[in-house]
């Protein structure tokens, strides 16, 4: 269902983007986690990130995960959504974690996604 999908999009888009639900640990069917799907498929990632507390520890885990695969990591896109909560781990949070891609991905793009307010 997926690959049809994404064939169809693809069809008429010239870029598509999956979004994975929940992580790339997340199993598909009892044997086949998103990340395999993804390493099957070859297709790079965009890894989403936060300032939340505990983001650190999650985005380092996905991308050790992505490396052990040998899966390209694109961009890791973070979200400011969460830096109203507390803008000190948030800034502290991205801080570390540009110096980390710099090191361990230098080919990959740091992408801040801003906080969009919608009118009520």
Do not use: C
């Not at 169809?8 to 640990?25: F, H, N, P, S, W």
């Not at 395999?36 to 050790?64: A, C, M, W």
């Not at 973070?78 to 540009?98: G, H, M």
Request: zero cysteines; a negative charge; hydrophobic letters at 45%.
């Amino acid at each position: 269902k997926i690959n049809a999908a994404t064939e169809t999009l693809a069809q008429r888009y010239d870029v598509v983007l999956l979004e994975g639900a929940g992580g790339l640990m997340v199993p598909l069917t009892r044997r086949l986690l998103t990340i395999d799907f993804v390493k099957q498929q070859n297709y790079p990632v965009i890894l989403v990130s936060s300032g939340r507390l505990g983001s650190i520890n999650h985005t380092l885990l996905s991308l050790e995960a992505l490396k052990v695969r040998q899966i390209p990591l694109y961009a890791l896109a973070y979200n400011l959504n969460d830096e109203s909560q507390d803008p000190l781990i948030s800034k502290d949070t991205a801080e570390y974690l540009k110096a980390y891609l710099a090191k361990h991905f230098p080919d990959a793009l740091w992408m801040d996604i801003p906080v969009v307010e919608l009118p009520l």
